[in-house]
């Protein structure tokens, strides 16, 4: 659904908050049947490299992801699947609040905020 603004262009209706959300850039999540598992295991190997690069460390995280989403492979119930998904979800969320929070405490520490 189109609607005209005052200088004539037309701009579209959003039909949800989550639509409008995300117009205005805000990160929304989606929901987690929205999610593929692909992109998980993408999103949880990219952490890896951004965490610890091609170190040891990062060699040993990036195992212990391929293992865990290895070992689910064969799991087809839809609500085990949620499940698993969720807690991928929850794990790189973590990683996020946590960097953040070090960020801001550091900032703070150093007297930028």
Do not use: W
Request: charged share 25%.
């Amino acid at each position: 659904m189109l609607r005209r603004l005052a200088f004539g262009q037309p701009r579209r209706c959003l039909s949800s908050a989550h639509e409008a959300a995300a117009a205005a850039g805000l990160g929304v999540a989606p929901n987690i049947n929205e999610i593929g598992v692909r992109k998980l295991y993408r999103d949880c190997l990219k952490l890896t490299y951004h965490i610890a690069a091609n170190s040891a460390k990062g060699d040993g995280m990036r195992q212990m992801v391929r293992s865990s989403f290895r070992a689910q492979m064969h799991v087809t119930d839809e609500a085990e699947i949620s499940r698993l998904k969720l807690l991928a979800v929850k794990g790189l969320q973590n990683y996020v609040i946590m960097e953040s929070t070090n960020k801001a405490v550091a900032r703070k520490r150093d007297g930028l905020d």
